[in-house]
């Protein structure tokens, strides 16, 4: 059987981000642009590649999918691991961030 193991304190992915980039000592993302506009780009971005195929391979990572992923809310739950594992966090999400930005202190800006 397949668990996730979590701290089982869920945090949106942009706000992990931007904490991620202050700690980082990065500015935090500023704009904010409209799902919509941003999906027609990346199909119309994909269809530029589609047409210019036979004569140019574009490599792009911005596709549809990839903004579907980046933008769609998931959390992952620990229930299972805790029903049938007895499983329970050992450290709170705030002390597990500190103690893994410290790990990446020569990566600051």
Same mark, same amino acid.
């Not at 199909?43 to 490599?59: A, D, E, H, N, R």
């Not at 805790?82 to 329970?88: D, F, H, M, Q, T």
């Not at 705030?94 to 410290?102: E, G, L, N, S, W």
């Given at each position: 059987q397949a668990f996730f193991i979590t701290n089982d304190e869920p945090r949106p992915f942009w706000q992990m981000t931007s904490d991620i980039c202050d700690a980082m000592g990065y500015a935090r993302p @500023?704009?904010?642009?409209?799902?919509? *506009? $941003?999906? =027609? =780009?990346s =199909? /119309? $971005?994909?269809? /530029?590649?589609? *047409?210019?195929?036979? $004569?140019? !391979? *574009? @490599?792009t990572e911005f596709s549809p999918s990839r903004i579907i992923l980046v933008t769609c809310n998931r959390q992952v739950s620990c229930e299972k691991a805790?029903?049938? *594992?007895?499983?329970?966090p050992e450290t709170n999400m705030?002390?597990?961030? @500190?103690?893994?930005? !410290?790990h990446f202190a020569h990566m600051k800006k």
């Open positions: @500023q704009g904010h642009l409209p799902f919509l *506009l $941003v999906y =027609i =780009i =199909i /119309i $971005v994909m269809w /530029i590649g589609l *047409l210019l195929s036979p $004569v140019y !391979k *574009l @490599q805790k029903k049938y *594992l007895g499983y329970k705030d002390d597990a961030f @500190q103690r893994t930005m !410290k």
